[in-house]
T-cell receptor
Framework: AQSVTQLGSHVSVSEGALVLLRCNYS??????LFWYVQYPNQGLQLLLK??????LVKGINGFEAEFKKSETSFHLTKPSAHMRDAAEYFC???????????FGKGTRLHILP | GAVVSQHPSWVICKSGTSVKIECRSL??????MFWYRQFPKQSLMLMATSNEGSKATYEQGVEKDKFLINHASLTLSTLTVTSAHPEDSSFYICSAVGNEQFFGPGTRLTVL
């Protein structure tokens, strides 16, 4: 069975500081990995995805994530936080592009002025 | 990118009534759609897999007789919450599989 663990239900960073949201996965097959963002009372927006190509994945809004098989990790980073980045972030895993997606519990990102 | 719509975007109903939520893929055909549920301040939990022309596959703990899923065409799946109760109040999100998986905007259900 697949699963993801997001470390930290809440993360606070100052505006302009580095954003690091941690995600570790468990999968018996080569995984597809995703990061989604959800703003209050809205649906999901895909930030980026890993599908067994390049291990460093660049996404929208300046975010990127690195797939590290040895660490079973897929941490999300952004060099400089903006106020508009405040939202809920979900790491997710699936076995394929057309397979069900298993979500982590989410991390609420707070941006401090 | 591909667009998935849900209707209604929000609905309020009385306890004991049934509510139907539609999920449509607007510019692609989707043999498979998924239904998720998100309770306040929680993550998305998969409820069921909807396959066009066949019965849905439900996740453990999801009552198939309560959450009726119909996927009658390649662009439409419906979720009917039967005899809704306040504990069914949640955010219901669908996704449709084209060349990748695309999520709908969600439907907020409030049962009074």
């Amino acid at each position: 069975a697949q699963s993801v663990t997001q470390l930290g239900s809440h993360v606070s960073v100052s505006e302009g500081a580095l954003v690091l949201l941690r995600c570790n996965y468990s999968s018996s097959v080569p995984p597809y990995l995703f990061w989604y963002v959800q703003y209050p009372n809205q649906g999901l927006q895909l930030l980026l995805k890993y599908t067994s190509a390049a291990t460093l994945v660049k996404g929208i809004n300046g975010f990127e994530a690195e797939f590290k098989k040895s660490e079973t990790s897929f941490h999300l980073t952004k060099p400089s936080a903006h106020m508009r980045d405040a939202a809920e972030y979900f790491c997710a895993v699936s076995e394929g592009a057309d397979d069900k997606i298993i979500f982590g519990k989410g991390t609420r990102l707070h941006i401090l002025p | 990118g591909a667009v998935v719509s849900q209707h209604p975007s929000w609905v309020i109903c009385k306890s004991g009534t049934s509510v139907k939520i539609e999920c449509r893929s607007l510019d692609f055909q989707a043999t498979t759609m998924f239904w998720y549920r998100q309770f306040p301040k929680q993550s998305l939990m998969l409820m069921a897999t909807s396959n066009e022309g066949s019965k849905a596959t439900y996740e453990q703990g999801v009552e198939k007789d309560k959450f009726l899923i119909n996927h009658a065409s390649l662009t439409l799946s419906t979720l009917t919450v039967t005899s809704a109760h306040p504990e069914d109040s949640s955010f219901y999100i669908c996704s449709a599989v084209g060349n990748e998986q695309f999520f709908g905007p969600g439907t907020r259900l409030t049962v009074l």
